[in-house]
């Protein structure tokens, strides 16, 4: 009884789906004011009127519809005589209809959604199609410079929440035809707007092939978390490796490099960033303001911070096996140890410390900008001075934390830096347990981590290094000079 009842129910739903307007006005009124529920949902508003001598009724949703173009058209529509309308709704979209995106539509399904998405949908008894007019207008921010990808120079602008206007922002910088924006859609419920944005002729058919069978396939009721619950969808191997599979960027600028460059980029509605694939860790390592600078200087920056971010994987573990091995401490380095025996093992100090800097980030997030100040001032004097005297901490202790603390903003990728710091804190504690042996196996983990993780296209996480490309390699070293067209004449 359970199947059939269920094999009806699969039935009675791909019938409804497929369901088509009848053309008689009363019985299509009735159909989705029920499945509307427009006596309940206050901003779905309907209207009937007169166009032409026929009864018609419009659809719209309250905040959506720009209220001045609508009440034009409504006039336009309602001045009509009886001989003006055309046969059929093609007509009326092609003769009668003064507007850009216009479109007829006769299945239900594909209308509702569409109102809901916030179209102008109008319906004139007699006619079994529909009208949608895409008048809608969404909420948005100002477009401004990011507070995560800001740079020393360069463009101030930044993606925000509508996806329209990120496209926008994209087609600005490269004014192309072989620039494809490819509207899709996921999610059961939220039918949350996914584009995929690449040149045609230089990104990855297979890979973009890939992507698009994956997002038709996502059977979820809603990407709640937008970008994160599609890379989720999208990527399912190897989960519990902890460095970033997909780039993030909310600059419009660098998700126009990327584009130009192949890559494909991902922009989801509701977010203001952009997913770029297929990403190795020399992708994810790079910043914009190695580009925005001249070749010396951008190459300047790329190595120190690559150096840096070096530092704060091995500054700590190196220090715990020195302090606990400090005959192999070199003469001239006795200064780094240390001055006073500590209270507290030093394993334990780095592990509270780990989880304390995380503490201070979470309350500077969750913390008003009134209070910033204060809290500042807090945690400088509490984990900083009164810590260290009170003898919870060694001061050689707090400090090569501190380092790490403020070396992991030198990159904003916050997946790498998480990523970082697990594997720190697994070196840490295998140092401590296993001396010398610990040490090494915590960095051949590391190691391991990157060089078996593998992009979203199945390739190498660590190309141009493995498989060995030195022309790419040395690009992504150092930051050379574009190439031009212009001769050393100007010509």
Partial sequence: ML?????????????????????????????????????KNFDIIYRVITIGGKEACMYLV????????????????MDKKPKELPEDMHGISKQLTPYVEVDVEGRFETLIDSLLSGMFVLLIDGYDKALLIDSRTYPARGVEEPEKDKVLRGSKDGFVETVVFNTALIRRRIRSTDLHMEMMSAGKSSKTDIVLCYMKGRVDEELLSAIRRKIRNIRVDSLTMNQESLAECLYQRHWYNPFPKFKYTERPDA???????????ILVDNSPAAMILPTTIFDVVEEPDDYYFPPVTGTYLRITRFLITLFTYFMTPTF?????????????????MLKEDPNIPLIWQFLILELAIDGLKLAAVNTPNMLSTPLSVMAALVLGEFSVN??????????????????????????LGYALKFLRMINLVLTQLFGLWGYIGGVLLAVLSICCNRTVSKSSYIYPLIPFDWKNLKNRLIRRRLPGSVNQNGE
């Fill in 3 to 39: 199947y059939e009842n269920t094999w009806k129910g699969v039935f009675i739903l791909e019938r409804e789906e497929n369901r088509r307007l009848s053309g008689m006005l009363k019985t299509d009124m009735e159909y989705l004011n029920r499945v509307l529920d427009v006596e």
């Fill in 62 to 77: 309250d905040g959506f519809c720009k209220d001045d173009l609508i009440q034009k058209l409504l006039q336009y529509f």
């Fill in 255 to 265: 998700a126009a490099a990327q584009v130009l460059e192949g890559n494909l980029v």
């Fill in 320 to 336: 715990l096996l020195l302090m606990n091995h400090q005959e192999w401490l070199p003469e001239g380095f006795s200064f780094v």
């Fill in 390 to 415: 009170s003898g919870w901490f060694s001061s050689e202790v707090m400090l090569y934390m501190a380092f790490v603390a403020i070396a992991n903003y030198t990159q904003s990728n916050y997946e």
